[in-house]
Structures are given as C-alpha cells and as structure tokens.
C-alpha cells in the first residue's frame, strides 16, 4: 500500500516549492491588482477598487508606450533570432575543426549574463570610445559621431542586436537538434533526383523543420516579452521611454513610483498575454504532432 | 514445488481489454512458452506474474500462495529482459551480485557465488568490465547470470535471444535448453519466435489477441494445430493453406482436388505442411500449376507453384531444377496430414 | 573550381560567425586588464595590469563579498531545487496517477509567468519579514525560476533512461526507493549534473530579483555592475574587471556541458 502513495510523496517537495513560490505570490498579486496601495502613503493596503487600475492602464499613455515598444522587440527580435539561428544551423551541421570550434564557442553567449551584455555593448556603442561606434565610423564615414544611444530608433535596434547576440546561439543548438533527428535519406533521394541546395532546404529540410521552429519561435516570444535586464544595463529605458519595455515599465512603477496595485495590474495584464500565448502553443503542438503521427 | 497458476485473470488499460479472463497452470519444473505475435498480449501475461503489472482482476498464485499484492521482490522470481536490464553503472560483477546484496548476504558468499555463477556461463574473464564492454551475447549471459545466481523457484524470460544475431541465437537457445535441464526450474519463456518455442518449450501456450488459443506439447501443436491461426504460424516455411470447397468427401480448389475425409462444407481451408508434398510428374496429381519460383535452402529446394489465387510451396530434394512458369504437379507424401479448417471461424474441422 | 570557392566561402562566413561571437567577450576581457587611459582608447597595444581587479576587490567596491553572495545563492538554490526537482520528475516519468497531467501542466506553465509578477508580492512579504536585503530572499525567489525549469529538463533525461534496468532492480529484490538511489540515480547523474549546471548559470546570471530585493548585504555580482555607474560616468575598465568575474567560472561550466547542452534543452521541449 506504501507503494501506491510514493508516486505522490515523491512530487511532495517540489510541488510545495511551486506552491509556495509561485501560486501564492501569483495569488496575492492577483488580489493586489483590485486594490489601491501606494506603499509611500501607506504601509498596508488599501480599499478594493475594483478594476480601476487595469481600467486606468487602458487609458494611460506610458503604458501603451511600453506595450507598442514591448511589440515591436518582440517581433523584430524574433524574426531576426529564429531567422539566423536556422541559417547558422544549415551552415553548422556539417563536420569539420572550424564548424565543431564554431559550435563550441556559440555555447558562450548564452552563457553570458545578460545583465553584463547590456553593459558590454553600451560601452562598444559609446561614441567616444566605443569600439564598434568608432570602427563603424572608420569604414563609413556617414557614420562618425553617431549617437547610438542616443537615437530612439538606433537604441532600440542595439537592444534588439544584444538580444539577438545572446540568443541565437542556443536557437542554433535547437535548430541543429531538430536537423539531426530528421531522417538523411530524404534528403539525399532529393539530392540523387538532382535536387540544387536550395531546393533541398526550402522543399525538404525547412517543411521537416516546422515544429522546431515553431517551438523555437513561441520559446522565444515568450523570453522577450520578458525583456528586462539588458534595458536596464543597456538603455535605462531610454532615450525617453523609447525603449521601455514593459516589464520595465512595471519595475518603474512598482519599486520606483512605488504603486503596488496598479504595478500588479500591469504584471497581470502581461502574464495573461503570455499565458494566452503558451496556451496557443501547447495548442499548436498537439495539433503538429497529430500531424505528425497522422 | 514452483508451481504457477492464474486463475481468471484479466487485464485492462482504461478500456482496452489486454487480456481476457483466463486461467493457465504451469507444472513444477516446467518450460512454458508464451508464443504469439507482437501485441498479442504475451509479454503483459508474463508481467503480470512478475509483479511489474497489476492484474484488474483474477489471482496468481506462486507456490500455492496468493501474491496479488505482493511486490515483485517478494515472488521468489528472477527475470531476463528483452533489452537485458543490465546495470550500466556498475561491473558485471555488481551486476551478478546486486540480487546477493539486496538479500543481505555476507560478502565472503557473495564473492563466492558470483565466481561459481560466472563460471556456469563462462563470464569469469569478464566480471570487472561494464556491460557497454560486452558484446550482445556477454551481455545475455550477464543478464542470465544475475537472474540464476540466487536460484529462485522461476524465471521469467521476455524475448531474451530477439537482440542476438541470428547464429548467436541459436548458440544461446543451447545454452538456455541445457540451462534448464541442470537446474530444473520452473521457466516461463514469452517469445514471437515459433522456432525458439518448439526447440525449447516443455509446452507452448499460443495466443493470439490475449487468449490463448492452444496449449500443448510442441509436437502436438505442429501435428494438430487448434485452428487456422495456429496451423499458418507454427512451422517454417508455414504450412500451406487452401481456400476451397469439399463436396462429396473431395476437396476442390484451383487446381487443387483431394480426396478428404469430411462430407461436405463449403468455405474450407486445407492446410498441408511443404514437408508433406512430393513434386511428381503424375499430371493428374492432386495439386498442379505452373512453377512461380524456386529456392535451394541448402538442405533442400522449396518449391512455390501457383494457380490462379492459391500457391502452394513444397519442400524438395535439394536437386530439383525445372524451368519457371513450367507446368508442376504436387501429391501428398504417404501418411500426409490433411488439415480442415472452416473459414469463417477459423476451427478445426479435422 | 566552384567547389573550392564555396568552400571558401564557407569558411569565411564561419570565421566572421566566430568573430562575432567572440569580439564583445574578447573586448572585456581585453578591457579588464588594460589601465584606465588605456582604456578609453581603442589601441590594441597596451600595457596589461591586474590593477582594476585589485581595485574591485578593494573598498569601496567590494567585489569579494558580491562573489561570496553569488556563489552561496546559485549554490544553495542549486542544492535544493535540483533533488526535489528529481524526485517529483521521476515521479512524473514513470507513473501514471491521477491529476499528472494537470500537476505537470501547472508546473510546467509557471515556467512563463513573467519573474516582476512574482517578484512584486514578494518585495512586499519580505519587507513585512524583514528579510530584504538578504541571500535567503534571493534563494526563495530564484527557486520559483528554477525548480520548474529542472523537473522539466530532468524529466527529458529520466525519459529517455529505458525502464529495464528498474524493473530488473525491483525483481531482484529492491525496493522502489532503493531503486532509484541505486539504480535511476546513477543513470542519471549526467543528466542530474547537466541539470545542475543550468540551473547554477541561471541563478548566477539573475538579475530583477537581485536588483529589486538586494540593496547592499546580498547585491549579487550581475548587479554590482550597475555600481560602476558613478557620478564620475562609467567606470568601464572596473565593470570589465567586474565582468570576467561573472563570466570565467559560467563559462568553464557551460564548456563543460556543452555536449549535453541541447539534449537536454529540446528533448523536453520538441516532444
């Protein structure tokens, strides 16, 4: 009878650990975000005000700033990741010393602390002593004395470079894994039926491919509507609000404004959209594998 | 006395039924085989009396002693895995010895029945590498070794030769037949493999979607198949089977007429093994039509000839040659089996 | 002739592919070692010093102690999440119990909540507890990242371990648990060990919990870069100092499971 039960007793321990540090919280903000809590007035909550403060974000300029900014990083940063990230697998799946170097060194970005990126490439996109501003402007004179960060759309696209840095090379390890489970012979019956290269990738390996990229494209999605740190070390958010996104935008206000029911609102109005978009995921991958199996 | 019984046991996954009530005694000393195609329901059977799987509803009784809800380690059973069940991360002899060791048993005996086991199986030389180290057939013999080295009452094989090559298989089928003989244990043996069944089965149990359809001596499941599916999947090549007619005590097919011993049924099926044709000359042999192909095995040539939908194979002498699409003329050896089954249900007739 | 300048080709597109990769880490490590007027130049030719990491490690910096804080919280969550994580994935693994799917399912989806939803209740608790500002607010915090992510990723490995092996155990005559201390354990253990590593460079890396719960005490190394930030402007060849700190020991580790990299990663997630 033991036996039945330690299915059970075996999930305990983790399952309290979720419990505890993350339904509950999730739970109490949910709850806070019908609430009005200005934590420099008052240290304990305020009156239930319904749904004024998601009410309130509706209607407030800042915060739609932050989910057009959020919207385009997201989208452009994707695109660029899973776009790349296939053409390097393509490229890297083959064998040899400079492919397998290649491969080594690209486990490198990820690891990197993002937080570290942000701060790295803003000190290369310094246009004083910035190493990339200052190559950049040696080979093309048109650019000299760009302000790179200066420039709301210039920041914004080296927010979205440091991004793409750091995550392209693990969307190429899954891009390689989803390459290497695809059967060879199909490929090289097209290459026997005189198939060009191109044709292969487009007409065999990309069709092949579709559920890893998918997956890597929601993953992905996911991660940037995330985006936090590097807007932190990189832009401060700025210049003006141009880059602030709006996981950002809910640290200002929570911990800088210090509005606890509206920054709770907010929290919950982005994890309904990532929740609905994981939901549309889970969704999309049964139907692929049924495709699958079908 | 390792007596097994199962008595109206049933198996259910939701409500896909596995296994349909049914009971099976296996004798004290006995060498059961568990024989049927992939899916039949043979290695849940065997599960199930290991323990591995629970039973939805019926008992299984190991030594007159209920163990329903007894843990697999408390049946007094060892196992041989299809995929071996080796322990990686150990040596082949802390694979011997785990069994040893989960029982308590002091070291000094421990090392002591390992050396004694190794040797009956001739993995002495082996015993400090790991399986990854071992060859397919190493790897078996660990796997039997750790199973026989605590002489348990029964052992539970589940298609333990089908990763072997084919030459090694029948090597290890030697082994496992002289195995049993030394040590006389009561074995059930789960295999798709209707060769392995004969040459090594005190008795074989053929089942086919769960049930078992005949259980009997090899000899008798290779003389008097229980029905249609047992007479096709028992015997290689299989045994040649007939779609036709019998009216008036003779059997009529395309180019088939035999004499039978049965009035008259239609939607018959004849069944007779290739051994039991002779190739003739005698145009007005029971079976003709026209030579489809020949093939030398070695120790003879068999012979396919078609006619219209039916073909019929025989087994000649090694010699035999003739043209393809040449005319061919097939008659029962003296003493032939004659098979009748009906169709429709698939049973025995005579 | 063709060939060879595809082949050619090839080459130079992985050669600027590494260049890429590496030139922004080259540079900081470069950074790191060159004196502060160095520095602001882009010369290549430098006298190298191991100044600026005296300095960091000196008052008023103290990059020491934002090291000792990094290493004892990526260690202790590690420590702890990753053998709950294998039980309750091993559990997930092989049995088939009632409400699995809803657990998984749910503990797998809390792997997309954004981390300030979580990190706001949590200020506000830690507060009440008086426990801002400490390394056992960071773990509690980082635990919530971490623990699904490492039942999901230990389960892809548990997955693909065949069950023979286990129930060979249990009919010699082990019991459930032994057999997974003697059996599935091992098995498992590079895939336990991959595991850890993640979830160690995960944690090492966190930023918005450190930033938001940390002020002096317990400031994780990743945000003690963001005090080079002086009234003076940016103190680049310290926050380069700052940042090979961070880097070589995430680096050695991710080298160091870099064959099991994506196994892990996509097993869980294409299947």
């Given at each position: 009878?033991?036996?039945?039960?330690?299915?059970?007793?075996?999930?305990?321990?983790?399952?309290?650990?979720?419990?505890?540090?993350?339904?509950?919280?999730?739970?109490?903000?949910?709850?806070?975000?019908?609430?009005?809590w200005d934590l420099t007035k008052s240290r304990r909550p305020e009156g239930f005000v319904g749904l004024d403060n998601y009410l309130y974000a509706a209607?407030?300029?800042?915060?739609?700033?932050?989910?057009?900014?959020?919207?385009?990083?997201?989208?452009?940063?994707?695109?660029?990741?899973?776009?790349?990230?296939?053409?390097?697998?393509?490229?890297?799946?083959?064998?040899?010393?400079?492919?397998?170097?290649?491969r080594i060194i690209l486990i490198l970005p990820f690891a990197m602390s993002p937080a570290l990126i942000g701060v790295s490439y803003r000190f290369m996109f310094n246009p004083e002593f910035g190493v990339i501003a200052n190559g950049l402007g040696a080979v093309f004179p048109a650019l000299q004395g760009v302000p790179w960060l200066a420039d709301p759309q210039l920041a914004m696209g080296i927010l979205v470079l440091t991004d793409v840095w750091h995550w392209t090379p693990y969307m190429t390890f899954m891009c390689l894994g989803g390459l290497a489970s695809i059967p060879r012979e199909t490929e090289e019956a097209a290459r026997i039926d005189g198939a060009s290269n191109l044709r292969i990738v487009f007409g065999i390996i990309l069709p092949q491919m579709r559920g890893v990229i998918l997956v890597m494209a929601v993953l992905k999605t996911i991660f940037a509507l995330k985006m936090f740190d590097q807007v932190v070390t990189l832009t401060g958010g700025g210049p003006g609000t141009s880059t602030e996104t709006l996981a950002y935008f809910i640290f200002n206000v929570g911990f800088r404004w210090f509005d606890m029911g509206y920054a709770s609102?907010?929290?919950?109005?982005?994890?309904?959209?990532?929740?609905?978009?994981?939901?549309?995921?889970?969704?999309?991958?049964?139907?692929?594998?049924?495709?699958?199996?079908? | 006395m390792a007596e097994v019984r199962l008595?109206?046991?049933?198996?259910?996954?939701?409500?896909?039924?596995?296994?349909?009530?049914?009971?099976?005694?296996?004798?004290?000393?006995?060498?059961?085989?568990?024989?049927?195609?992939?899916?039949?329901?043979?290695?849940?059977?065997?599960?199930?009396?290991?323990?591995?799987?629970?039973?939805?509803?019926?008992?299984?009784?190991?030594?007159?002693?209920?163990?329903?809800?007894?843990?697999?380690?408390?049946?007094?059973?060892?196992?041989v895995f299809q995929n071996y069940g080796l322990y990686p991360h150990m040596t082949v002899r802390q694979n011997i010895e785990y069994p040893l060791k989960?029982?308590?048993m002091s070291k000094v005996d421990r090392k002591a029945r390992v050396q004694e086991t190794a040797e009956k199986v001739e993995l002495d030389a082996l015993l400090e590498r790991r399986p990854s180290e071992l060859s397919g057939g190493q790897r078996q013999r660990v796997a039997l070794a750790r199973a026989i080295v605590r002489t348990p009452s029964i052992f539970l094989m589940d298609e333990p030769l089908s990763n072997l090559d084919a030459k090694l298989r029948v090597t290890m089928r030697a082994e496992l037949k002289h195995l049993h003989h030394e040590l006389g244990v009561t074995t059930v043996y789960v295999t798709h493999d209707q060769m392995e069944a004969m040459t090594l089965a005190t008795r074989v149990a053929v089942m086919r979607d769960g049930k078992i359809v005949q259980l009997d001596t090899p000899k008798k499941i290779y003389a008097e198949p229980a029905d249609l599916f047992v007479a096709g999947f028992i015997g290689s090549p299989s045994m040649n089977l007939i779609d036709g007619a019998v009216q008036s005590g003779v059997f009529r097919a395309d180019g088939v007429e035999l004499p039978v011993d049965l009035a008259g049924c239609k939607g018959v099926v004849l069944g007779i093994r290739p051994e039991e044709l002779d190739i003739t000359e005698d145009a007005g042999a029971a079976i003709s039509g026209k030579l489809y192909a020949l093939e030398l095995t070695g120790e003879s040539t068999l012979v396919t000839l078609r006619n219209g939908p039916s073909s019929v194979c025989a087994r000649g002498h090694a010699d035999f040659e003739a043209e393809i699409n040449s005319p061919c003329h097939l008659a029962p050896k003296d003493g032939a089996r004659i098979h009748l089954f009906d169709r429709a249900t698939g049973e025995r007739l005579r | 002739m063709r060939k060879t300048l595809a082949y050619l080709g090839e080459r130079a597109l992985l050669a600027l592919i590494s260049f890429v990769v590496l030139f922004p880490i080259a540079w900081m490590f470069l950074t790191a070692f060159k004196q502060p007027r160095d520095a602001y130049s882009l010369s290549l030719i430098f006298e190298p010093t191991v100044q600026n990491f005296v300095t960091v490690f000196s008052e008023p910096w103290n990059l020491g102690s934002m090291v000792l804080n990094s290493v004892?919280?990526?260690?202790?969550?590690?420590?702890?999440?990753?053998?709950?994580?294998?039980?309750?994935a091993y559990s997930f693994s092989r049995f088939r119990v009632k409400g699995r799917k809803f657990l998984f399912f749910l503990i797998l989806s809390t792997q997309f909540i954004p981390a300030v939803v979580i990190v706001l209740p949590f200020f506000l608790m830690f507060r009440q507890l008086d426990l801002l500002d400490t390394r056992i607010a960071l773990i509690i915090v980082n635990l919530a990242i971490v623990t699904p992510f490492v039942i999901w990723m230990i389960k892809g490995f548990i997955d693909a371990i065949p069950t023979d092996s286990e129930e060979a155990a249990m009919i010699d005559g082990a019991s459930r648990l032994r057999v997974i201390k003697d059996i599935v354990m091992p098995m498992a253990a590079p895939g336990i060990m991959t595991s850890s590593i993640f979830c160690f460079i995960l944690t090492w890396n966190e930023f918005l919990f450190a930033l938001i719960l940390s002020r002096r005490d317990a400031v994780t190394l990743p945000v003690g870069l963001v005090s080079f930030r002086t009234e003076r402007g940016d103190l680049w060849e310290l926050m380069s100092a700052a940042g090979v700190m961070i880097t070589v020991p995430i680096f050695i580790m991710a080298l160091f499971i870099q064959k099991h990299f994506t196994r892990g990663m996509t097993a869980g997630a294409v299947k």
């Open positions: 009878m033991k036996d039945r039960l330690l299915p059970y007793w075996l999930l305990i321990p983790a399952f309290i650990i979720v419990l505890a540090t993350t339904i509950y919280p999730l739970a109490y903000s949910f709850i806070t975000s019908f609430r009005a209607g407030e300029s800042q915060f739609l700033n932050s989910l057009w900014v959020t919207f385009v990083f997201v989208i452009t940063s994707v695109i660029l990741t899973v776009v790349l990230a296939m053409a390097l697998a393509l490229l890297l799946r083959r064998k040899g010393p400079m492919h397998t170097f290649t609102a907010l929290a919950w109005i982005l994890t309904a959209i990532m929740m609905f978009i994981s939901i549309w995921y889970v969704r999309m991958l049964l139907s692929e594998r049924k495709m699958a199996t079908a | 008595v109206d046991i049933e198996k259910k996954y939701g409500n896909f039924l596995a296994v349909p009530k049914q009971s099976l005694t296996i004798h004290d000393g006995e060498f059961l085989v568990l024989l049927g195609p992939s899916g039949c329901g043979k290695t849940t059977t065997m599960r199930m009396i290991a323990g591995l799987e629970d039973i939805t509803s019926g008992d299984i009784m190991i030594k007159g002693e209920r163990v329903n809800d007894k843990p697999p380690k408390d049946r007094d059973i060892a196992m989960l029982r308590g | 004892i919280v990526a260690t202790v969550t590690v420590a702890i999440a990753v053998p709950c994580a294998a039980l309750a």
